[in-house]
């Protein structure tokens, strides 16, 4: 069974494809959607790298960086590590190292020890 149906934009009738389908061709589409949301799927845009400077074209509008090299050099700026601290658990009295600022306990059987006992 075919199923016709009219192009929301243009008016043309067209065969659907998918029970969705609203127009008739990727071009009445991205008017609507140029019109609602300010912007066209796939569309591609020129932005540039906020780690090297260099101009580059992507169709995802959220992409900041030209490369992945540049997005981990950025990446491993933002992420300072913490020196590794001593610590004693208080359920065993064993001693660890954590760069986790609020880590107590050893295992995460002293932790359930602890908290079973609270």
């Not at 101009?55 to 960086?65: M, Q």
């Amino acid at each position: 069974m075919e199923d016709y149906t009219w192009c929301s934009k243009c008016g043309r009738r067209f065969l659907k494809y998918r029970p969705y389908q609203k127009y008739c061709s990727n071009k009445c589409r991205n008017v609507v959607y140029k019109l609602r949301y300010g912007y066209v799927k796939n569309e591609t845009v020129k932005k540039k790298c906020k780690q090297c400077g260099k101009e580059f074209e992507t169709n995802i509008r959220t992409k900041e960086y030209c490369s992945s090299e540049c997005q981990k050099v950025n990446q491993e700026s933002v992420y300072i590590k913490v020196d590794k601290r001593q610590v004693e658990c208080p359920v065993c009295g064993a001693e660890f190292k954590t760069g986790h600022q609020h880590k107590k306990f050893c295992s995460r059987i002293c932790y359930l020890i602890a908290k079973k006992g609270r």
